[in-house]
């Protein structure tokens, strides 16, 4: 497909023939080579008529990841599906301290789907892809019947190549690192419950869906000593804490008052019942650095995002324990949230 | 997890405690945790608590594919979705000419699905990994409510390292080149139709899901010079042949009495009004090499399945023609299937 033909925005000929998906669009025949000829290959950045891409690795140490994405609903403010798919798996090659160089894309269909709708949500992702700069060289698409799917399921897989030789992981985290957010939390889970419960609200919500690999590369090229990065996406924040003080074996103190929440998204979680701390970001990362470099690496994070803080420590005391100092002067331990929160998220 | 527990085919805590998948255990909190310490780290080679994998290239050039899978039903005759997701990703690596490295393994789970019979899946990619000497290194896991999948859709994403220079695609196809196919097709359609609508035959017909690895790479190996390899999956050898021929630009032109189909698979194609060239099969490849090779290509796939065979020939004619001989002595035209035959085989 020409560049021409993917700005015009106009839907392409599956769409006159087929307005729907049909279950022979998954069949491994003429129609799925339609549907990727003429809508699929707008997301590839070379078409290799085969069922793998050959690429190239700069260096011997790469990083793999990923990511099943089955949000609902499929559109919602600041971001899609498609977006999410591209960002999402970008995200944890940045939380590697890699740099994403290709993509896979696998879709799931279901039977009855609208093509305009797959055609906005493959815009979305050629978009994500561009700005973020990594290849998506191979995909894979199965149709499954009305009733057995919600629209779309993609999968994205990612390879990156490592920026550094720091290791960068929940292992590496030290006694007295300082804890930092690079944003406010809570809007992507927000953004996504007011838009499935059609709910409305005072202010409206946009959610946080980003690539994170600037500001990491960032912190990396500034020579911060960065022992872990982790994205708070399904469990939130409190997840990313508890998982890294369990593996690490430190306790963690934070302090609420220097957790960055908007107020629309902090006024919806009490009207709802939602800990803000529990609900899921898609392009809010916490990071671990030695003590040393807090400031500078505030600093930088700030440059990309004016809301991000220091919002914790890394202490002796009882490992694995989240402890919380909350706004009154008192504390409360910050458990791992079972899971129950909000579903489909992401 | 320590092999001995896998070893011991023992279902492990979360059967105990939860013996259905739950909306939770896709949540990102303690349920998901638990799951996946317990259960997938079965499939793991190497357990990295972290977003990604780091896995070594041992060269600059390697090759990346993806699929998905949702076929009905899980298990059948020889195989399984489990089964399937490993072997075939590693077959589309192998028809790059590249030798599987890595997968990473993606799940979308159905709320209510048996924790048991995700521990038999779990078992059988365990042991198609080993087999196939590749190593799941990253994997991802999420939940839908009941109704809105079946069971389990699961998605690999396949590295692997090429194994020779020569460029191995469906444009490398020269005029006279040999085409052989590695085996007796149209089993794993039928043998997965049979269990879905629950039909009893004559005979029972095998699966003949496989890793194509090993006689691949002694082709490679030999010094055959190979200009393209498929699988003959979805579409069945129909449309490789098809695909094939239109991408080269020559015509291909196969003899019907030479493809290789078993006797109660040819059988119980006519009873239903299916044509064996369109069934797909999930262990079985068509390989273009230069006519000089292929006595000694047939011998090295003959080592492999004594049902491998030499099919056709590569000739100038109608670019993208695949024209079959049939058994009384006519030809008639080989189309590419439009897809609606038979769905949700892989």
Redesign the interface.
């Known amino acids: 497909m020409s560049d021409s033909t993917f700005d015009s925005l106009v839907c392409p000929l599956p769409i006159t023939t087929h307005p729907r998906v049909?279950?022979?669009?998954?069949?491994?025949?003429?129609?799925?080579?339609q549907l990727i000829d003429v809508m699929f290959r707008a997301i590839f950045t070379e078409v290799?008529?085969?069922?793998?891409?050959?690429?190239?690795?700069?260096?011997?140490?790469?990083?793999?990841?990923?990511?099943?994405?089955?949000v609902r609903p499929l559109f919602f403010p600041g971001g899609d599906i498609g977006m999410m798919a591209v960002n999402g798996t970008i995200?944890?090659?940045a939380?590697?301290g890699?740099k994403p160089l290709?993509l896979?894309?696998?879709?799931?269909l279901e039977e009855g789907l609208e093509m305009a709708t797959l055609w906005r949500v493959i815009q979305s992702m050629r978009q994500a892809a561009d700005a973020a700069d990594v290849k998506i060289?191979?995909?894979?698409t199965?149709?499954?019947?009305r009733?057995?799917?919600?629209g779309i399921?993609i999968?994205t897989?990612?390879?990156?190549v490592?920026h550094s030789k720091q290791a960068i992981?929940?292992?590496q985290v030290q006694l007295s690192d300082a804890v930092l957010i690079s944003g406010d939390i809570g809007r992507h889970g927000m953004a996504v419950l007011m838009q499935r419960e059609h709910l409305t609200f005072s202010s409206s919500i946009a959610s946080d869906c980003a690539p994170l690999t600037r500001p990491v590369m960032a912190l990396l090229e500034a020579d911060i000593e960065v022992h872990c990065l982790?994205?708070a996406?399904?469990?939130?924040l409190a997840?990313v804490l508890n998982?890294v003080a369990a593996?690490s074996g430190f306790q963690i103190d934070c302090s609420e008052t220097a957790i960055p929440v908007d107020s629309t998204v902090q006024s919806l979680c009490e009207l709802l019942g939602f800990d803000p701390l529990q609900v899921?970001n898609e392009g809010r990362f916490a990071c671990f650095v030695a003590a040393k470099n807090a400031a500078s690496a505030l600093e930088i994070l700030q440059h990309y995002d004016l809301r991000a803080a220091q919002i914790g420590t890394v202490v002796n005391g009882r490992p694995g324990l989240v402890s919380l100092q909350t706004e009154i002067g008192g504390s409360r331990i910050l458990d791992?949230?079972?899971?129950?929160?909000?579903?489909?998220i992401?």
Do not use: W
């Open positions: 049909l279950m022979a669009h998954g069949g491994g025949g003429r129609l799925m080579n290799q008529p085969h069922d793998g891409a050959v690429v190239t690795s700069p260096q011997d140490k790469l990083v793999m990841t990923t990511d099943s994405f089955v995200n944890d090659l939380m590697c890699a290709y896979s894309v696998a879709f799931i060289v191979t995909g894979d199965k149709v499954v019947e009733g057995h799917g919600d399921y999968n897989t990612g390879i990156g490592l992981n929940p292992s982790r994205d996406t399904r469990g939130g997840a998982e593996v899921a791992m949230p079972s899971g129950e929160l909000l579903p489909r992401c």
